[in-house]
Each structure stands twice: as structure tokens, then as C-alpha cells.
């Protein structure tokens, strides 16, 4: 198993003290994602996000009797610091539910499924998983798609699992099969997946909208993992009840459905 | 005058009600027009939506085909290195090797690239890593031996943007070149973007087609560059509208947008019409037809207002009222007047909602034919500039691919055999190539042509390649005909060379140039017309100019016809036509506009506008018709109860009472009060009470009118401010319609009409504010000035009218000319008398009901006609007067007349008792006497006659009065002297006793005789003619 992930998941730990700023206060701060269309994006025109979970935000925060929202554009690489410091009272941000996370989050029910998939270039001539054998994938680091993937790649066969060499920051590992680059940002990915220095990018599904065009495919039959986002708040947090009752309430009465349909 | 209190519900009432119909019949009207105006906006843009989706997916086909060509000519280029490697020109893995190709091919590099990806040579570095799976395409070319597919690299931060082909030199190596694409995109983005498609689709008159992502909201296209990647959201469109299929208001940026939603792939295509677009014209049009209808209500509710209170002032009239079942009274007197007034107000809001209609309808489709029109117009001369451009890239390229050839042949003249230039033909993706030695006579191709030899007779297609042989390096015919075979052809010579340089023939390229046909044939008149979209049914053809035969037209059947034997005139075909047009026995409403080649029509049926201006006519009529019937009821019945009451109160006998300028005439019959004379001809006006209710109303109207007519008339003068460019209104006032006999003309004529009269009328006002302060003469002139004006303004609005009217106006002034002849060769009474009655219309000199006086004739003026006036003289006989024949006309309508009488006293009476009886009796003449206005009054001692003193008595009076109140005067007076004992000296005769004459006797018989007889001889020389001829004389001589 991929051994070191790039994100620091060991600095969770002390945030008691957060939690009592969040009541009382007439304004939720939600961190939200800036770049990924149909699920939070910012207009850096008008400087307003829109998706489906601003939606979801705005609703919840009305039906759990908020005046006002601050939206708080939040990165893969912080956001556990944001929530955990109490810069942000919950988490709506393509964030999904994983064990790792549950030790230190609690999350809403899952208002939106999603799968982890491989993009890679028409022009490649890959069209199944076994034509990647001994290429490159690529990554965002941050996101959990890195260790999902050498998971996956092991659980298949397609691998050892066997780290042949890793520079520091795991941004570059070989394995016995394959070769995972990461990069700081999605543009970065999906720019390397254009030159050609990776040959595959994996990333959410949500997300590989955006950076979908005509010359790039799904590779077929080829799902790195099922995954679900939630609503995330601290630990314990008096939110966090309400929060999952009010997404709860909110996947009961349909309001969910007409949100991913209207921003489908 | 103070009104009762039942009078005053009633009135209030009427007010009320007349308020209400107002309200009702705007809201409603307004509502009408407004849906009518959504709804055949929304069919608009159902068909539209419709359309969009084929024609986004034609801008895609297009976009795969433009992409297919131009990687055809890439991958043709990769493929004649391949040929050179494989036919020992001189291929060589070398950079400099590379650069030699990257200038013949013209291509941004060439690179010699192993399997594994290692680069063998190059012309220039490249950034790509061959190596990695990305380019695995490139590598097909390896194992098929086509050239490969392209491999697009798009890196825009980078500034990389890079499409690469390779063809195959051996298992191992392959050629690969790389070419930024920057010229196919620009094709793309100028023939088959969404924005080029959205573009030419236009919705009404401005409205548009805009589109924005379905994901974030951000607008793609929008013709105001300005809002191309705003947040529309942001903008102020409302998610929930949002949907497909959704039609309704919206807004965007300060735009306010009746749209339709359509989502097609992802994106959001939005057809808008402006707001301000969708109403101005109907706010115009429901304006107007609510001004009519506002003055008929007002002039009802006002006239049953007048006549109320008049008869309320001088007591009912018992007889007026008629009883109806329900305890309501007719008033008879108003009945008939205001249902006459209701019918014909009525149809006035008929006539002018159908008017205004038809107007509304006419001129939205013809401001939307016209804007279509010129788009199409511009589109067809842009895609002509485009066609010429094409044309250059295409020889660009062939010539290229001659380059090519003559490289290749140059290097290895060997390869001038059938199989080689076979094989090259297919490299070069060209169907024949041909090589001719410096003789011009062919050596070699792979043709089934042999034994050519180039032409001696320029006027042949193949004399000009000589040039090539004459020190030109290359030529490119342009596309045509084939002599030989008539197929369409293009050829291209470039000339060869041996190895010290010098030109030793030329190599020739055929081509059957079907790519560049299709491109041309898709900016043809054909391609560009058949996509346009004319709002519903409609269509675009067009003539060529050349010789007025249809270029085009949707119908195949007509192309190449004379427009002549389709039913169009010439007069048509112009820049700027709009009217209606028959084609083939169809009428359609058009439009045109010119291109260089063609005048192009736009051209639709009777749009929905039209379809519906009967029904919305006719419910305009309902409305009206109902409002006027409540309005009627309300004016005309009275409850039974209230009648006596208000008869006993009033008080009878104060009718006339000041009311001097007011005069009875009777005409046909019927008696009515017209104002005198003299107060028309000074303009005097009237004291409001003094005025009939009819003249009351004939006021108001008046009013109305005039504030009509300044209201057209302000607008007119300040169009540009009012109305937005390209409003319906601005169309009209803006003259671009055709002259001729339809409802613009007659608009536009009644608008310069009102403009003329407006000004007229002030200049006139300020003449008379003039004359009031200057001394006679100057008023005179006043007179002139005014009087001038006003003939001038007459004749200056029926020339421009007719003008407008499409009256050639020149030939009427030539007729001017000619009618001046037929005046002087007979017709000369008639004319005269045809001015002369104009000339007293207008003048005024005296109007039907005047009491006049022409030529010793006296009389009732019964009708002025055009050329003859009739005058009733009292005696029931009609006397028909030639109008050139009314001079020194006395009018005796005037102000007052007098009736006079003289009377005479004996010289024994004594005056001053005289004189005393009549101060005491004449006010009670009067008061026997109504005819007498005032008086009557002594006048005082008239002459001193032979047996009598004569005083005479005056007393004013109504000319039509005057005889009888004479005779009843003359009568008075009799009494009076009677009464009073005052003699009248009359002749007397005194009768004596008959006295016996003696008879003659012979003796003073014959004495007189020769007394006779003496007296004629002297007196022969004395002529006669002063002799009286009397009547006793005459008939004594007989």
C-alpha cells in the first residue's frame, strides 16, 4: 500500500475550542470550492459562487434559521485547517465521506455520489485500463484520489503495490506498473495531461467536467472508487446535528434531486 | 344659473360612466395588443427555436468538414516527403534537409521522428516529447502507410497551440509536421461558431438570439460584445427561467426581455426581443385608438351634459318626452341628436382601430423585411469577399503543391513516367499532373490525355501557359470550364529546371478543384438565401440585376425566370422597396435591398399583426359599442318622476336674452343658430353661455382636434427625440416607404398636413396679435399676410400630399400648363366658376343660412355648390347663381338688422304730444312683439311733406324677421294713432255734381281743324325722342 500521503492527515487534533464561536452568530460561513462548475464555482467577474452546493448552502442555512452566508473559498490542501480552526462553521466542497476523515469530521448524509475515473487523451489510443500498463497517472495532490487509485490498481492485480522510488513529497512514484505524478492544482493536471507528460489523470468525476473536451475520454469500465460528499463539520460541533437532520430533511423532500437536476 | 340636484347626479354620472368606458377600453385595448404582440412573437420564436438546433448542428458539420480539409492539406504535405524519401530527390536526415522542406511545404516544422520518439533531424526545435502516448497517433502512419491522424496540442498559457502529422519513411521512421492552426480556427470561428450562427438570426425587428452555459451561467454569446462572459445571473436573470421551453419576461443588464428558453447541449439559447421594442409601436397604436375613442365617449357624455343643463335653464319641453315602460323618460330632443352623434363616433373607432391596426402591422413587417434585408444584403457581400478570399487560398495551395511537384522533379527527372506521377498525384492528393518540355509539347502524366502540345492561338486555354516557357515561374489559371471535357478544372503550372538551373519545361497540375467549388457554392446566392429565415413563412429571394431574372428563390422552378413574367415590375427592382408584391399570382409583403449582382427581397405573407387586425377591430368595436350604449341610456332617459318638478321650476322667457351675436337661419326646413357674419369674419369669440349645445360640442371637438393635430404635430418635429431609431413611427416619418397609394403615404400626408396646419395657424395668431396694434394699413396687411399664408399652406399640403401619394408631381405642374390652355379654349367659365367657389368658402363671405344680397336678388342662401350657389328669396323661389356671377355680395346676416316704419302726423297735431304717447307706448310694442331684439325706437322727424309731418320708428331685429316685424309695426302705429286720436293726413277726395258740356258747332270744328293742321307743319322739324314712353302711350299707339 502507498505508504505517505502528500496531505497532512496526522495534524488533526486539537479543536475543541472552535466550536462555541459558531452559534449565535447570524452568519454561516460555508467554505465552498471556486473551481469546479456545477458544484461551487466563483465568477471572479462578479465575485459570486454558483453550483449546487452554494444552493445547498443557501437552503440550509435558511432552513437552520441563518440571516447571512460567507462563502470562503477553500483548497484541498487547507480545508481540513479551515474547518478545524473554525475559520469556516461547515464544509460543502466536493468533500467526500471517507473513513480517514470521519475520525475528525462528522458529516451530513451524502447529498451527492460521485465516482473517481481516469481521463486520458484521444490521441493515445488508450481505451481500457490494461493499455496503462507502465505509463504515468497523474493526480491532484490533496485530494484522496492518489491512495483510492494505488488501491484500486492493487486490488485489480494491475500492481504490486511496490514503490520503487518517491521523492520527498511523494509528488513523483514509481511503481513496478505504473509512475504517479501529482500536482498542485487541476489546471496543472489537466495541462500535463495536454502535453503528454501524464497519459492519464484521476480526479472526480464532478470535477472532470470541467476539464472535459472533445479530444479526451473516460477510460471505460475503469472506476477508481465510489465516493459520496457531505456536508463536513468539526467534530462534536452543536452544528453538526442540525446539519445532518436539515440534509436529511432535504434528501426526504426532494429538494436535493431538484438541485443536482437543475445544475445536471 | 344654478343646477338642481338631480341634474348634477346625472351629470355626475355620465362623467363616471364616460371615465369608466375610458378605463375599460384601455386596459382591455392594451391588453389585446400586448398578448397579440407575445403572441406572434412567441410563434416567432417557436419557429426559431425550432431551426436552432439543425443549424447549430450544419455549423458543426461544417467546422468537421473545414478541419477535415485542412488536415488534408497537412497530411498531403507530410506524405510528398515521404515520396521525396522514398524516390531519391535528395532526401536526407538532416536539419538543414528539414529547413529546405519546412520553406517548400510552408509549414511551421518538419521533423525526422523514430518509433520510440528520438528526433532524427529537424527544422526547428520542437517542444513536443514524441515518446510519450500522447502522440501515439503519430505513429499509425507507421504501420497503415496513410498519413497519420492529427494530434492537437492546445496549450494557451503556454502559448503552445500546435496540430502534428506524420507520414511514414520506413517501419522505423516517420516525418512528422507541426503547424500551428491559427487559420483553421479563424475559419471555424467565422463560419460555423455558435456566434456566427446566432448572429444572423434575428427575432422581429430587434431582437436577438444570445446564449449562455447552462453550468455557470456565464453568456457565450451576445451580440453587445460588452456581455460576452458576464455572469447573466449576476445580470439579473433569474435561475427559475431558466428551463427549457420557458417563454416570458426577463431581465438582463438594464434590458428588460420578453424571451424563449431553449437548451440545447449544455447552453442556454436565449431569443429576446427587447421590451421597449415589444411596446413602443402598440403603446403608439393603443394611444391613438384610445385618444378616438376618448373624444367620441367625451363628445357624448358632453353633449348629453349640455343639452341637460340647457333645457334645464329654459324649462322643459313636455312634448320632448316621450314615456317608456319602467318609469323612464326619452327625452326625444337629445334622443335622436346623440344616437347620430354615437353611430358616427362609433365608427370613427372602427375606422381608426382598423387604421391604426393595419398601420401597426404593416409597418412592423416592413421595418423587420427591411432590417432582414439589409442583413442578408451584407452578408451577401461579405461571403463575395469571402468567396475571393478563398479563391487566393486555394491557389496559395495548389500552387504549393506545384512547388512541390517541380522540387521533386527537378531532383529526380526520372520519375516523369506514368506510375511515378500516379503516385505522386496521390501524395500531392491532386488528380493529374502533366510535364512539358521547353517546346510546350507534353511529356509525360498520368492522364489519360497523351500527345498535348500547348496552343499557338491565345484565345485557347493552354496558350497561356507559355508564359512558364517565357521566363514566368509559375502560373495559376483560375477555375473554369475545361475546353476539351467541360468539366469544371483548375491548372497550375510552375516551371522545371535542369541541374544548372536553367528552366528545361514545366510541371502542370490538374485539378478538379471540388473542394473550392463546395466552398464557393457555400457562399453562393443559393447557400446564403436558403438559410435565411424570414419570420414566419417567410423567405429571401433575389434577381440579378444583370437581366432582372431570379437568381434565386426557394421554388427551383423559378430560378432563371424573368421577374417581369412573374408578376413584379421593374419599378421594383430598386435599393429600398417596400411594399406588397405579387409573384406568381401570390401577394407577399417585401422588402429589397442591392448588392453589387443582385437586388435581394426579403418577402413574407399578411403576418399574424395583420390576420388579427379584424378581430382586434372587432372587439374594439364591442367595447366602444357598449360604452356608448350605457353612455346613450344614461343621456337620453330620465326617471318619469323628476320631469314636472323641473319643468315648474324653470322660468321661460329669458331665452334670447344676451345672445346677440347668435343668429337663426333655417336651412332645409330646419331652424338652427349659427353664429352671425360678422363675428366669423372677426374672429370674435363667443361668451361660452351664449352657445347652442351643439356649438358647445362643435368647441370641444375643436379643441380636440387641435390638440390632436399639435400632438402629431410636436411629434413629427421632435421624431428624434420621441422615437427610438428604427421605431415604427420613425419608419413612417422617415419617408423610406414607397410612394405610391398606401396607408404610410396616407399617414405621413396626414401628418404634414397637421404640421402645416399647426404652423399656419400660429403665423396666422401672431398676424391677428399684430393687427391689434398697428394702424389701418398695417392691419390690411395683416390681412393679406394671413390670408396668403393660408392659400399657401392649402396648396403646399395637396402638392406634398400628393406627392407622398406617389402623384408625380412634375407632370402636374406640366399639367398646370396644359390646363392653362384648356382654360383659354373653353372650359374657362367653368374654371372660374369652380375658383371663384372655392374662393367664397373659403373666404367666407357668406356660408349656407346666410341672408344675402347679390345683384338686386335678396335671399336664403340654400347650398354654395363648386360651381353655382342657390339662394332661396323668400317666395319659394330658388335662384341659382353662377359663383363667378356672386359679386358685391351684401351679406344682411349681420350682426342686427332694422325694421323701420314711417309714419305721418297732420301738420295740426301737436308733435310734442305725439312724441310723449310713444315714450309711454313703445316698450309695450315691444313686449307684444318678440321678434323685436331692441327698440323699438323713435327716430325722429324724417321730413316735412307736402301734407304730413313723418317721424320714423326703428326697431332691431333678426334679419329673417325684418319684413313681418314691419308690416307688425306699420300695424302698431295704426293702433296707437287710433287710440290716442292722433290724425293721419290722407288724401281726400271731394265729389261734386256732374255738370251739362256744351257740343261744338261746325264753325270752331273746322277753326280747329286748320289750327291742326298749322300747328303739325310747324313743328315737323322737331324729332320726337324725348317723348315718354309710358304704358298708356304705347298701348294708345298700337
Known amino acids: 500500500m502507498l505508504g505517505a500521503l502528500p496531505a497532512s492527515l496526522l495534524m488533526a487534533g486539537c479543536s475543541d475550542d472552535a466550536v462555541s464561536a459558531i452559534t449565535g452568530s447570524g452568519t454561516l460561513r460555508a467554505g465552498v470550492r471556486a473551481d469546479v462548475v456545477g458544484f461551487g464555482y466563483l465568477n471572479e467577474g462578479t465575485g459570486n459562487y454558483y453550483g449546487m452546493e452554494i444552493d445547498l448552502v443557501e437552503e440550509l442555512a435558511s432552513r437552520l434559521g441563518y440571516g447571512d452566508i460567507e462563502f470562503v473559498t477553500i483548497l484541498p490542501e487547507n480545508r481540513k485547517e479551515m474547518l478545524l480552526d473554525g475559520q469556516v462553521d461547515l464544509i460543502a466542497a466536493c468533500y467526500s465521506i471517507a473513513e480517514t476523515r470521519l475520525e475528525n469530521f462528522d458529516f451530513s448524509p451524502a447529498y451527492y455520489d460521485d465516482r473517481v475515473i481516469a481521463v486520458v487523451q484521444n490521441s493515445s489510443l488508450i481505451e481500457g485500463i490494461d493499455d496503462m500498463r507502465g505509463l504515468t497517472f497523474g493526480t491532484m495532490s490533496g485530494a484522496n484520489a492518489a491512495p483510492l487509485l494505488s488501491t484500486k490498481l492493487y486490488e485489480d492485480g494491475f500492481t504490486s503495490g511496490e514503490v520503487v522510488t518517491a521523492n520527498e513529497d511523494n509528488s513523483d512514484v514509481s511503481f513496478d506498473t505504473w509512475h504517479l505524478l501529482q500536482f498542485p492544482s487541476y489546471q496543472e493536471l489537466s495541462d500535463a495531461l495536454e502535453d503528454g507528460t501524464v497519459d492519464a489523470m484521476v480526479l472526480d468525476g464532478a470535477i472532470a467536467q470541467t476539464y472535459m473536451d472533445d479530444k479526451r475520454h473516460v477510460v471505460d469500465g475503469f472506476v477508481v472508487a465510489e465516493q459520496s460528499y457531505g456536508v463536513a463539520t468539526q467534530k462534536g460541533s452543536e452544528l453538526s446535528a442540525p446539519v445532518a437532520e436539515a440534509v436529511q430533511g432535504m434528501l426526504d423532500d426532494g429538494t436535493i434531486d431538484a438541485l443536482v437536476d437543475k445544475w445536471d | 344659473m344654478r343646477m338642481s340636484h338631480r341634474l348634477k347626479v346625472k351629470i355626475a354620472a355620465i362623467v363616471i360612466a364616460a371615465l369608466a368606458s375610458i378605463v375599460v377600453m384601455g386596459v382591455l385595448l392594451s391588453g389585446m395588443q400586448g398578448e397579440l404582440t407575445r403572441a406572434n412573437y412567441d410563434a416567432e420564436m417557436e419557429a426559431e427555436a425550432e431551426q436552432l438546433s439543425a443549424l447549430l448542428a450544419e455549423a458543426e458539420d461544417e467546422n468537421a468538414q473545414n478541419k477535415e480539409t485542412f488536415d488534408a492539406i497537412y497530411q498531403s504535405k507530410a506524405q510528398s516527403v515521404s515520396f521525396m524519401a522514398a524516390n531519391d530527390t535528395g532526401f536526407e536526415a538532416t536539419d538543414a534537409k528539414m529547413r529546405e522542406y519546412q520553406e517548400l511545404l510552408d509549414v511551421d516544422n518538419v521533423l525526422i521522428v523514430k518509433a520510440d520518439g528520438a528526433v532524427a533531424a529537424k527544422a526547428a526545435d520542437t517542444r513536443a516529447d514524441f515518446a510519450s502516448s500522447r502522440f501515439n497517433y503519430l505513429r499509425e502512419s507507421l504501420s497503415t502507410g496513410e498519413p497519420s491522424r492529427a494530434v492537437e496540442v492546445n496549450l494557451p498559457d503556454r502559448d503552445w497551440h500546435t496540430r502534428y502529422y506524420a507520414a511514414r519513411i520506413d517501419d522505423e521512421t516517420m516525418v512528422v509536421i507541426e503547424q500551428d492552426p491559427a487559420e483553421l480556427y479563424d475559419l471555424v470561428e467565422s463560419?460555423?461558431?455558435?456566434?456566427?450562427?446566432?448572429?444572423?438570426?434575428?427575432?422581429?425587428?430587434?431582437?436577438?438570439?444570445?446564449?449562455?452555459?447552462?453550468?455557470?451561467?456565464?453568456?457565450?454569446?451576445?451580440?453587445?460584445?460588452?456581455?460576452?462572459?458576464?455572469?447573466?445571473?449576476?445580470?439579473?436573470?433569474?435561475?427559475?427561467?431558466?428551463?427549457?421551453?420557458?417563454?416570458?419576461w426577463m431581465q438582463l443588464g438594464n434590458e428588460r426581455l420578453y424571451g424563449h428558453v431553449c437548451l440545447i447541449d449544455d447552453t442556454y439559447y436565449i431569443e429576446a426581443v427587447p421590451a421597449a421594442d415589444m411596446n413602443a409601436s402598440g403603446d403608439i397604436t393603443v394611444g391613438v385608438i384610445l385618444f378616438v375613442f376618448a373624444v367620441v365617449v367625451a363628445s357624448v357624455a358632453l353633449y348629453g351634459i349640455f343639452v341637460l343643463r340647457e333645457d334645464e335653464r329654459e324649462g322643459h319641453d313636455g312634448d320632448d318626452l316621450i314615456a317608456l315602460s319602467g318609469g323612464l323618460n326619452v327625452n326625444r330632443r337629445i334622443a335622436s341628436r346623440a344616437a347620430v352623434l354615437s353611430v358616427i363616433g362609433f365608427f370613427a373607432v372602427i375606422v381608426i382601430s382598423f387604421y391604426m391596426q393595419t398601420l401597426f402591422a404593416l409597418s412592423s413587417q416592413s421595418l423587420t423585411l427591411t432590417e432582414r434585408v439589409d442583413q442578408v444584403a451584407s452578408t451577401i457581400e461579405r461571403s463575395q469577399d469571402r468567396a475571393a478570399e478563398l479563391e487566393d487560398q486555394y491557389n496559395e495551395r495548389y500552387l504549393s503543391k506545384a512547388q512541390v511537384a517541380a522540387y521533386i522533379l527537378d531532383h529526380n527527372p526520372e520519375l516523369a513516367n506514368r506510375e511515378k506521377l500516379q503516385e505522386l498525384a496521390d501524395a500531392l492528393q491532386i488528380q493529374y499532373l502533366f510535364t512539358f518540355d521547353i517546346n510546350g509539347t507534353m511529356t509525360a502524366t498520368n492522364s489519360s490525355f497523351t500527345n498535348f502540345a500547348l496552343s499557338e492561338d491565345p484565345e485557347d486555354q493552354s496558350y497561356e501557359f507559355r508564359k512558364l516557357l517565357q521566363g514566368v515561374d509559375s502560373l495559376v489559371q483560375p477555375a473554369g470550364p475545361d475546353e476539351v471535357s467541360g468539366e469544371m478544372r483548375q491548372y497550375i503550372g510552375v516551371t522545371t529546371h535542369d541541374e544548372s538551373g536553367t528552366v528545361n519545361g514545366f510541371v502542370q497540375l490538374g485539378i478538379h478543384p471540388t473542394r473550392l467549388e463546395t466552398l464557393l457554392e457555400s457562399v453562393q446566392i443559393e447557400n446564403v438565401l436558403d438559410g435565411v429565415q424570414v419570420g414566419v413563412g417567410g423567405f429571401a429571394f433575389a434577381v440579378n440585376k444583370a437581366d432582372d431574372t431570379i437568381a434565386y428563390y426557394?421554388?427551383?422552378?423559378?430560378?432563371?425566370?424573368?421577374?417581369?413574367?412573374?408578376?413584379?415590375?421593374?419599378?421594383?427592382?430598386?435599393?429600398?422597396?417596400?411594399?406588397?408584391?405579387?409573384?406568381?399570382?401570390?401577394?407577399?409583403?417585401?422588402?429589397?435591398?442591392?448588392?453589387?449582382?443582385?437586388?435581394?427581397?426579403?418577402?413574407?405573407?399578411?403576418?399574424?399583426?395583420?390576420?388579427?387586425?379584424?378581430?382586434?377591430?372587432?372587439?374594439?368595436?364591442?367595447?366602444?359599442?357598449?360604452?356608448?350604449?350605457?353612455?346613450?341610456?344614461?343621456?337620453?332617459?330620465?326617471?318619469?318622476?323628476g320631469a314636472k318638478g323641473q319643468a315648474a321650476s324653470a322660468e321661460p322667457g329669458e331665452k334670447d336674452e344676451g345672445r346677440p351675436?347668435?343668429?337663426?337661419?333655417?336651412?332645409?326646413?330646419?331652424?338652427?343658430?349659427?353664429?352671425?357674419?360678422?363675428?366669423?369674419?372677426?374672429?370674435?369669440?363667443?361668451?361660452?353661455?351664449?352657445?347652442?349645445?351643439?356649438?358647445?360640442?362643435?368647441?370641444?371637438?375643436?379643441?380636440?382636434?387641435?390638440?390632436?393635430?399639435?400632438?402629431?404635430?410636436?411629434?413629427?418635429?421632435?421624431?428624434?427625440?420621441?422615437?427610438?431609431?428604427?421605431?415604427?413611427?420613425?419608419?413612417?416619418?422617415?419617408?423610406?416607404?414607397?410612394?405610391?397609394?398606401?396607408?404610410?403615404?396616407?399617414?405621413?400626408?396626414?401628418?404634414?398636413?397637421?404640421?402645416?396646419?399647426?404652423?399656419?395657424?400660429?403665423?396666422?395668431?401672431?398676424?391677428?396679435?399684430?393687427?391689434?396694434?398697428?394702424?389701418?394699413?398695417?392691419?390690411?396687411?395683416?390681412?393679406?399676410?394671413?390670408?396668403?399664408?393660408?392659400?399657401?399652406?392649402?396648396?403646399?399640403?395637396?402638392?406634398?400630399?400628393?406627392?407622398?401619394?406617389?402623384?408625380?408631381?412634375?407632370?402636374?405642374?406640366?399639367?398646370?400648363?396644359?390646363?392653362?390652355?384648356?382654360?383659354?379654349?373653353?372650359?374657362?367659365?367653368?374654371?372660374?366658376?369652380?375658383?371663384?367657389?372655392?374662393?367664397?368658402?373659403?373666404?367666407?363671405?357668406?356660408?349656407?343660412?346666410?341672408?344675402?344680397?347679390?345683384?338686386?336678388?335678396?335671399?336664403?342662401?340654400?347650398?354654395?355648390g363648386v360651381r353655382t350657389t342657390k339662394i332661396n328669396d323668400g317666395n319659394g323661389n330658388v335662384l341659382v347663381l353662377r359663383n363667378s356671377n356672386i359679386s358685391n355680395v351684401v351679406n344682411m346676416t349681420k350682426e342686427h338688422s332694422?325694421?323701420?316704419?314711417?309714419?305721418?302726423?297732420?301738420?295740426?297735431?301737436?308733435?310734442?304730444?305725439?312724441?310723449?304717447?310713444?315714450?309711454?307706448?313703445?316698450?309695450?310694442?315691444?313686449?307684444?312683439?318678440?321678434?323685436?331684439?331692441?327698440?323699438?325706437?323713435?327716430?325722429?322727424?324724417?321730413?316735412?311733406?307736402?301734407?304730413?309731418?313723418?317721424?320714423?320708428?326703428?326697431?332691431?331685429?333678426?334679419?329673417?324677421d325684418r319684413s313681418a316685424l314691419t308690416n307688425d309695426l306699420n300695424r302698431e302705429m295704426k293702433l296707437l294713432f287710433d287710440r290716442y286720436d292722433i290724425s293721419v293726413p290722407f288724401p281726400q277726395v271731394v265729389v261734386n255734381q256732374p255738370t251739362v258740356f256744351k257740343k261744338a258747332t261746325i264753325d270752331e270744328k273746322l277753326a280747329a281743324d286748320k289750327f291742326n293742321a298749322e300747328q303739325k307743319e310747324a313743328i315737323r322739324s322737331m324729332a320726337d325722342e324725348d317723348e315718354d314712353f309710358d304704358e298708356s302711350n304705347d298701348s294708345e299707339r298700337r
Open chain 2, 191 to 248: 463560419t460555423g461558431s455558435t456566434a456566427s450562427v446566432l448572429r444572423n438570426i434575428q427575432i422581429g425587428q430587434d431582437g436577438y438570439v444570445f446564449a449562455l452555459s447552462a453550468q455557470t451561467y456565464v453568456i457565450e454569446y451576445h451580440p453587445n460584445d460588452g456581455l460576452v462572459g458576464a455572469d447573466a445571473l449576476d445580470a439579473g436573470m433569474d435561475v427559475g427561467d431558466l428551463e427549457d421551453g420557458f417563454t416570458g
Open chain 2, 554 to 641: 426557394p421554388n427551383d422552378n423559378m430560378i432563371g425566370k424573368p421577374v417581369t413574367e412573374c408578376g413584379m415590375s421593374e419599378d421594383q427592382l430598386k435599393d429600398g422597396y417596400s411594399d406588397y408584391i405579387t409573384i406568381n399570382g401570390e401577394q407577399l409583403y417585401a422588402a429589397s435591398a442591392e448588392t453589387s449582382d443582385y437586388y435581394v427581397f426579403a418577402a413574407g405573407p399578411d403576418g399574424a399583426l395583420m390576420a388579427e387586425r379584424g378581430p382586434l377591430t372587432m372587439a374594439t368595436g364591442g367595447i366602444a359599442l357598449v360604452c356608448l350604449a350605457v353612455l346613450y341610456c344614461l343621456t337620453v332617459c330620465e326617471p318619469v318622476a
Open chain 2, 661 to 864: 351675436r347668435m343668429v337663426d337661419v333655417t336651412v332645409g326646413g330646419r331652424t338652427m343658430k349659427t353664429m352671425s357674419a360678422a363675428s366669423r369674419w372677426f374672429r370674435r369669440s363667443l361668451d361660452w353661455n351664449d352657445m347652442t349645445p351643439e356649438q358647445k360640442l362643435g368647441c370641444v371637438l375643436r379643441w380636440f382636434v387641435g390638440a390632436a393635430v399639435i400632438l402629431v404635430c410636436l411629434a413629427v418635429v421632435f421624431k428624434d427625440a420621441i422615437f427610438e431609431e428604427g421605431s415604427i413611427f420613425s419608419y413612417i416619418l422617415g419617408g423610406s416607404w414607397q410612394h405610391g397609394l398606401n396607408i404610410f403615404a396616407i399617414t405621413a400626408a396626414i401628418m404634414f398636413a397637421c404640421l402645416v396646419l399647426t404652423v399656419t395657424e400660429i403665423i396666422q395668431k401672431i398676424l391677428m396679435l399684430v393687427s391689434r396694434v398697428v394702424e389701418a394699413r398695417g392691419v390690411t396687411m395683416c390681412r393679406l399676410a394671413s390670408s396668403i399664408v393660408k392659400y399657401a399652406s392649402v396648396i403646399g399640403i395637396l402638392y406634398w400630399c400628393l406627392a407622398l401619394l406617389g402623384v408625380d408631381t412634375a407632370t402636374l405642374l406640366a399639367s398646370a400648363g396644359l390646363l392653362t390652355f384648356a382654360v383659354s379654349l373653353g372650359a374657362k367659365d367653368i374654371v372660374t366658376d369652380i375658383i371663384s367657389g372655392l374662393f367664397i368658402i373659403f373666404e367666407g363671405e357668406f356660408r349656407v343660412g346666410d341672408i344675402i344680397q347679390v345683384g338686386g336678388q335678396r335671399g336664403t342662401v340654400m347650398e354654395i
Open chain 2, 898 to 960: 332694422y325694421a323701420s316704419v314711417e309714419v305721418g302726423i297732420e301738420y295740426g297735431e301737436s308733435l310734442e304730444r305725439v312724441e310723449s304717447i310713444l315714450s309711454k307706448e313703445l316698450p309695450n310694442i315691444k313686449r307684444r312683439l318678440p321678434a323685436i331684439i331692441d327698440g323699438p325706437f323713435y327716430k325722429g322727424v324724417t321730413m316735412l311733406a307736402d301734407n304730413s309731418v313723418n317721424i320714423k320708428i326703428v326697431a332691431e331685429c333678426a334679419e329673417k
